[in-house]
């Protein structure tokens, strides 16, 4: 049987777009294309945080984002420039208290890794960072590669596993 799974990256927190790292508590609006694909699917899997908009889904706390730790909250500006172009180049980089991109990938190839055989179609709603962490998963990927995929939000990206996940789309616009 031929598995499908559904990933859609969710809209920019609006903190991103003041130039603040996220906070992964902050409440997020859903598109309404985003609804109506999560009750579609067979299992639906939020992170938890999502989960008082999307009541249906199950919450999977795997699907957070890196944990920003000490930057949470904290506008760009205020991180040390050596610090931030760290973050930028370098995927083994954490901020202090936090979680580097390759420790993310890592988390996300055992979340991908583990996911049921069943049922046929699965559907998710994450941060872009995380379907682009899945999908550079799903390829086998490096850490490396994480910042050579564009899944832009909102948008959805599909993956199907037959033996092994194969990504069938990736980053279409959400309709």
Do not use: E
Request: with cysteine.
């Amino acid at each position: 049987m031929n598995q499908i799974l559904t990933c859609l990256a969710l809209p920019a927190p609006d903190s991103l777009r003041r130039g603040v790292f996220p906070d992964p508590d902050a409440p997020v609006t859903l598109p309404p294309a985003t609804g109506r694909a999560l009750s579609a699917a067979q299992l639906a899997l939020v992170p938890p945080a999502l989960l008082p908009a999307c009541p249906s889904a199950r919450p999977d706390a795997s699907l957070n984002g890196v944990d920003m730790g000490a930057w949470r909250g904290m506008p760009l500006k205020d991180v040390p420039p050596t610090d931030l172009a760290r973050w930028v180049t370098d995927p083994g980089f954490a901020p202090p208290g936090g979680q580097s991109r390759a420790a993310h990938l890592g988390h996300m190839r055992a979340w991908l890794a583990g996911l049921p055989r069943a049922p046929a179609h699965l559907c998710v709603a994450a941060d872009a960072a995380v379907i682009r962490a899945i999908v550079v998963a799903a390829l086998g990927g490096t850490p490396a590669m994480l910042s050579k995929l564009d899944i832009a939000p909102p948008s959805t990206t599909r993956l199907t596993r037959h033996t092994g996940w194969r990504v069938a789309v990736a980053g279409a616009p959400l309709s």
